[in-house]
Each structure stands twice: as structure tokens, then as C-alpha cells.
């Protein structure tokens, strides 16, 4: 995507700046100068609301993002930090998946290796849909980018676009032509080395530009438990969650209502991930928001971790 970082980096907050911000004492002892929690539990537009946002800096040379798998099994964020070691410092679910086959229905990379694909099409009884969907990546420097992307060819090579897939009106038909190398607007290959997708895309160029009919999904004015990723104009990353289904207490937010606190914390580019059970946000060991599927955290089968070097 292109964007216009130095002057977006000027712009005034938006909607929901009366979010109170605070540090959360008991997520920041002992994290680095480049990490830090905030909590709100202010109410959003007249309901209960409670969430936590990580803020942290991946050029950070003491720390690491890294994308990590279950190799076929889904765990719990917490099983993730076990398995990590003391190292670890944060851990946030990512992708949608499939509870059949435990495999993410979105791109994964790590190392700029692709271990899982965006959905090639969507098949329908009149004609084959294209999409294409909406992913965060880090690049070797450590550069955050939010793109629409798709995967091309028998060796699954991620192109990123600076438009998503839109139907073609041909008379009293609708066509969707596949996604490649030139089509659609500014394709280039999309060179990360940490990667991980969801969907729809919040926040494009400073402003909320909720991209669910283009990608193909539902549910923008429902609330639920949420889990995004945005990034400032300066590279700082912001991993929100939004605790949910919390009846009196926390009753989630809808699609639109993240966009906007992600233009309040001044994102050029934010990404919804899979949110509802999965939403977890583990930091210095310890959970964030109350998860609320009955049995604690969701299993999932991918994460973005945040660690130490060395």
C-alpha cells in the first residue's frame, strides 16, 4: 500500500480520542524502554468496554517478532510462551483457521518462507470469486506493512496490491478476474519475513477504510471479542485487543468501532485478525483480557511472538 507517513504522522487524533489510555502496571514491569501496555476501560459509544493495546518498536534490536506455528496442532497462547522459554514477552493470536484441520485459512511466513496460503478462490454455483485478503507483514529491516495480498502461481509467491479485488460489471454479469503479477492496481511481490493474515483491512492511509464486502467477509456492525495490528507512521506496531462477550463489563466492539480507535492512536495502516474465542493477547505471562470461551484460551494455530534476542 502507498502511504503518505510524514504527513499522516501530523494528522490530529479522530473518533474515540476520549479513550483514556493507561499504563497497565501489571503487563510493563520488566519489559524493554521499546514495549508497552496500555489498558482502557472507559465505555465506547455508551457500552462496557475494556481493552489493552501493546505498543513496541521491531527495530528494537534487543527484541524479535516472530510468527510461530503449532506444526499442525493448534495452542493455546500460553502453551506458545511455554514452549518459547523465558525469552518471551508477549504473545497474540493471528490468523482464521479451520477446526477440522487445524490449518490457518490465511498467509503464513516466517523466515519469508510460506507455510500457509490466502484462499485461491471462492467457488459458487454461477461463477468462481477472487479475492483478495488483508495480512501484516515485517520485512528483513523491520519494516511493518498491512497490504492486501494474494498468492500467485503453483509456488505460492505473495503479491501485494494497492487495491483489493472488485468484481467487473459486464452487462448483466459480474466477473472476477484472478489476481497476478499486474492485476490488480501496483502488484509487487510482497517480501516479508514475518508475516501473518486476516482480515478486513481497518485503516489505510490514516483513515478508516473497512474492506469487508472486497474481501469477502461479515460481520462489521456485530460486537465481538477482537484482536487487530496497526502501525504508526514512525514503525511502532500496535497489537489491540478488545475483551468481549463480557456481559456488563465488556461487550466487544464492531468492525467500524476498530478502525476508529486505530485512527485515534494515529495508524496509517491497522488489520482485524481472528477475533471472538481466539482473542488473546498474553503478556509477561499473564492474560490481558478475560478470553471468553468458558474453557480459558482458545487453541489456535498461529501466533505473532515478541521476545528477546540472544
Not at 2 to 30: C, D, F, T, V, Y
Amino acid at each position: 500500500m502507498k502511504r503518505l507517513l510524514i504527513m499522516l504522522a501530523l494528522l490530529p487524533a479522530a473518533a474515540h480520542a476520549q479513550l483514556r489510555w493507561q499504563p497497565s502496571a501489571a503487563h510493563n514491569e520488566g519489559l524493554p524502554a521499546s514495549m508497552r501496555v496500555f489498558e482502557t476501560k472507559d465505555s465506547l459509544d455508551g457500552k462496557p468496554f475494556r481493552a489493552f493495546y501493546l505498543e513496541f518498536d521491531p527495530s528494537d534490536p534487543q527484541i524479535e517478532a516472530v510468527i510461530r506455528t503449532g506444526n499442525g496442532k493448534r495452542l493455546t497462547p500460553a502453551q506458545y510462551d511455554s514452549i518459547e522459554g523465558p525469552s518471551v514477552l508477549a504473545v497474540v493470536n493471528t490468523t482464521f483457521f479451520s477446526f477440522q484441520t487445524n490449518r490457518s485459512l490465511n498467509i503464513v511466513m516466517h523466515n519469508g518462507k510460506v507455510i500457509d496460503v490466502n484462499p485461491k478462490s471462492i467457488p459458487t454455483p454461477r461463477r468462481t470469486i477472487y479475492t483478495t485478503r488483508g495480512a501484516f507483514g515485517l520485512s528483513k529491516r523491520n519494516r511493518p506493512d498491512i497490504a492486501w495480498v494474494y498468492n500467485v502461481g503453483e509456488k505460492n509467491r505473495p503479491y501485494a496490491y494497492d487495491v483489493p479485488v472488485t468484481p467487473e460489471i459486464n452487462g448483466t454479469d459480474t466477473v472476477y478476474h484472478q489476481p497476478g503479477k499486474k492485476y490488480p492496481r501496483g502488484a509487487h511481490r510482497w517480501k516479508m519475513k514475518e508475516a501473518a493474515g486476516g482480515g478486513p483491512v481497518l485503516v489505510q492511509n490514516g483513515k478508516v477504510h473497512v474492506t469487508m464486502n472486497e474481501e469477502r467477509m461479515g460481520g462489521v456492525k456485530d460486537f465481538h471479542p477482537r484482536s487487530a495490528v496497526g502501525y504508526r507512521a514512525d514503525g511502532k506496531v500496535i497489537l489491540l485487543v478488545v475483551e468481549g462477550r463480557n456481559k456488563g463489563v465488556a461487550e466487544g466492539a464492531t468492525l467500524s468501532q476498530l478502525a476508529e480507535i486505530f485512527t485515534s492512536l494515529q495508524c496509517v495502516e491497522a488489520l482485524n485478525l481472528d477475533g471472538g474465542g481466539s482473542s488473546a493477547l498474553y503478556v509477561n505471562h499473564l492474560n490481558t483480557i478475560k478470553p471468553s470461551d468458558a474453557a480459558g484460551q482458545r487453541p489456535v494455530p498461529a501466533v505473532l511472538v515478541i521476545r528477546r534476542k540472544g
